[in-house]
């Protein structure tokens, strides 16, 4: 009776065995793969531990050296481990070669008259003293009185180059101490001279009058200028009508006001033609490319011609030669 017990379990345990022989040829177990190491699929919870156990195990280490896991999917690398992995020298060279690309692309970018005329106004005003020159910025007037008078506009470079001859009379008999600076050279007129009333009211013809009108006509055209730029769907008729209203409009007769409004209503030209000309181009040639290099000049003039007539305001009102009378 033992035997055939012992006879029965041997048959059972080669059955069970050819059975698993089977079983692994027709579906074969598969391997189990460890998880990867990648932060972004491991469970937050997961990680959570890891990263407390790694902190009983070793010492404390600061935000800016550890991957930084805030969900499942997402993790963030400290840009000083990044820093660290790329020398000096290198990262020092590419940052040169960097600048020297932009330089290089600054250099070959089509320029325009009006990147002449903002390299003459560059020198004009003295950021650290706040002074204006006066040298510098007669030059300068003379540089944009002769272009006005190239895109077409004959009678605004007259009114200026008539307002600059008033003011070189002064400076041509002034001291050379006291006519270096735009607030010098008004102080001398007002003080030695003696030929200006309180108030503003400035006798004419004068230097200080000059310069008045000189920096009226560019704060017009800085007007006019910016919104050429803020809005290229806007007449520029419309455009030039708008300046004139905010700074000259105000100081103008009934007659200058009527003579201003018709000559903006009917002679200002379409964009493009406006455009062309300030650029210094021919309007059948002037394309895409032209109008890029206009547009990114005339931003820079304005922009220097910000601080310049910000100062030359501030110098009228401290030596109280801002006349406001109407002409």
Known sequence: MKNRNNVIIFMVLTTIHSVRAVREQVWPTPQMTPLPVFPILHDTKYNNNVKKKKRNKKKKKGPNENVNIHSKFKFQISPSII???????????QQKAVGEQSAVEEQTRMKTQLNTLTQCFTHVHDGENGDIDVKELLQACRS??????????????????????????????????????????????????????????????SAAVGFL????????????????????????KKIALDAYASQLDPFHNWALRK?????FSSMTPPRKEML??????????FGPEEENATLQDLQELVKVW??????????????????????
């Open 213 to 236: 009108w000189i920096r009226r006509s560019l704060a017009f055209q800085s007007e006019m200028y910016k919104g050429v730029l803020r809005d290229p769907t806007k007449e520029p």
């Open 306 to 327: 910000q601080p310049i007539l910000e100062e030359w305001t501030k110098t009228y009102q401290a030596l109280d030669l801002e006349d406001t009378r109407r002409v």
């Open 83 to 93: 820093m660290k992995s790329v020398p000096l020298s290198l990262f020092r060279r």
């Open 144 to 205: 944009f009185a002769e272009a006005t008078r190239n895109s077409g506009q004959r009678g605004v470079a007259r009114d200026m180059e008539s307002n600059i001859r008033k003011v070189e009379a002064l400076y041509d008999v002034a001291p050379p101490d006291r006519r270096k600076s735009l607030s010098s050279l008004l102080q001398f007129e007002r003080d030695e001279m003696d030929i200006h009333g309180p108030g503003g009211l400035l006798q004419d013809p």
């Open 276 to 285: 062309s000309r300030m650029g210094g181009f021919d309007t059948k040639e």
């Open 259 to 263: 003579l201003y409004v018709t000559s």
